[in-house]
């Protein structure tokens, strides 16, 4: 556990709060049953030593109670949601869906497909498709470190789906995907980079990288390559003229001739194969709109394997404070009401903690209401 001890993860699980680790499915249920302890949860995680309000810093608050999850600074008023900023932005499902949803994503050694999760939380298709997919963008660290050390780099071609017709590998077209795995001493747990063409023996996978690129081309290689791997880090690959070409690495090629390439490069070609059978059983194939995502979710479960249970948070978008991603976003469309202003006729009026409250001042002109502005509709 080298690798788990050194990136911390298992550290930050034993610190946390004994919810994070509940590992049963009963286990699970009793620690989040509600919308309250959910909430509890996410307050604890947002403000672990008190309510601060973003607004004013003031250290007062009061929960309102017609909003869930919500508290108004005693000393300005604003309103704060503990979701906001989370994956769970501006969300109308109850948490305890959210947290069971990110909980099954995140402990499934397959993950989950829309589908599944649909029959799991008795919501519609489209609540389903659209809550995984949300997960789903949370499933990349944005303060990731890349590869180092020992590094097998290779590109397979994987099948993918198009429209909803009946999946057949074979009649399907490819897209290039390339990989990149650590390779890891087994009784150092570290990296050995050993002289040219000596084998790897007695080894085991670190983290990995996958992406899928438009060609094999020099560039989308090289490119991947100094994106994902350290300068320094020896290169393990088959041969490839792109490979040799980048400066910074320590190349060690491993012509293979007429050998399987799983004989030369076994790490990749294990994950490659990992991944074309969870695409396929998962998803029953991956749609090209949409792989980089899927791989994403590839990649952070397999990083994560050895502690799965704690990584929901991450899934939450809770540890990550990444932006949010709206429906818009993921569809790859534009919001046909963006950047539309919504008038209201009347001042809403909302409850607040001290009664009921109107948003600005009483007696005025018709307020225009921008609709990205969070906390500006419903
Ligand atoms: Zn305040």
Redo the contacts with the bound molecule.
Sequence with gaps: MWYARRRGLPGEAAKGPPLARARSLTEFQQAFPDEGRCAAFLFERRWPSGFV??????KR?AAVKSRASTYE??????Q?SITAGTAMHRSKLPLPTWFWAAHLMATHSNGMSARQLEDQLGVTYKTAWLLAQKLRRSMIDPMREPLEGVVEIDQAEIPFREGDAFFEPGAAGKIFVIGAVEVIDRDTNQAKPRRKHAKYLDTRSGRIRLAAIKDNSAASIQAFVQANVKAGATLLTDGHASYSALRGYRHDPRVVGKMAGHVALPWIHRVFALMKRWSLGTYHGLRRKHVDSYLNEFVFRYNRRFYRHVSFEALLGIASGRRPVSYWDIAGRENPRKGEIAVRKTPRRRKTAAGMRRDGAPIGPVHGLHIDEPGTTG
């Design positions: 309000c973003p607004a004013c810093g003031g608050a600074c005693l000393e300005c008023s604003r704060t």
